[in-house]
């Protein structure tokens, strides 16, 4: 196990990362923030699926997911259907112009990165990317990491076990 000053770098490196956030998020087009950018990879990735199962996997609010999603069914990228086992459900479904913003999106992420750690090796990004994962995984769902956290934090969060 890591020591403590290591574990106070850790945090102000994940305080700093939100820079590299925000300057990845500056590359999307301006009527397509990196909410909406969210909504569009995860319809991608998971396929057609209700808003509920959506604002799950953005692990925010319903509301925050109904804003999202009216953003990009307006312009067009995405299309709420019928569910046909309940019709008073709606299914997302991505349409073929938010498959090409998406297309698009991932184009210009790509390239940004590039162009950031164009100074870097392949193993290097591969370290990173394993390490990133391993990470993501040891917080596991974000929606009930604060019931696996030890009673010492919750006392000073004030968050409830």
């Given at each position: 196990?890591?020591?403590?000053?290591?574990?106070?770098?850790?945090?102000?490196?994940?305080?700093?990362?939100?820079?590299?956030?925000?300057?990845?998020?500056?590359?999307?087009?301006?009527?397509?923030?990196?909410?909406?950018?969210?909504?569009?990879?995860?319809?991608?990735?998971?396929?057609?699926?209700?808003m509920s199962k959506l604002a799950e996997l953005l692990a925010?609010?319903?509301?925050?997911?109904?804003?999202?999603?009216?953003?990009?069914?307006?312009?067009?990228?995405?299309?709420?259907?019928?569910?046909?086992?309940?019709?008073?459900?709606?299914?997302?479904?991505?349409?073929?112009?938010?498959?090409?913003?998406?297309?698009?999106?991932?184009?210009?992420h790509v390239t940004a990165l590039a162009h950031y750690l164009?100074?870097?090796?392949?193993?290097?990004?591969?370290?990173?990317?394993?390490?990133?994962?391993?990470?993501?995984?040891?917080?596991?769902?974000?929606?009930?990491?604060?019931?696996?956290?030890?009673?010492?934090?919750?006392?000073?969060?004030g968050t409830p076990s």
């Amino acid at each position: 196990m890591a020591e403590q000053p290591q574990y106070e770098e850790l945090a102000r490196q994940l305080s700093a990362f939100g820079a590299v956030k925000r300057g990845l998020g500056r590359i999307l087009p301006p009527d397509c923030p990196s909410g909406s950018a969210a909504v569009l990879h995860l319809i991608s990735r998971y396929g057609e699926m209700r808003m509920s199962k959506l604002a799950e996997l953005l692990a925010v609010d319903m509301s925050v997911t109904s804003r999202h999603v009216a953003h990009v069914a307006d312009r067009g990228w995405v299309e709420r259907v019928p569910d046909p086992t309940d019709k008073r459900s709606r299914i997302l479904r991505l349409t073929p112009e938010g498959g090409a913003l998406l297309t698009q999106l991932s184009e210009r992420h790509v390239t940004a990165l590039a162009h950031y750690l164009e100074d870097w090796s392949d193993d290097d990004v591969d370290q990173l990317n394993g390490l990133l994962a391993r990470l993501r995984d040891s917080f596991g769902d974000c929606r009930t990491a604060w019931a696996r956290l030890p009673d010492s934090i919750e006392q000073t969060t004030g968050t409830p076990s």
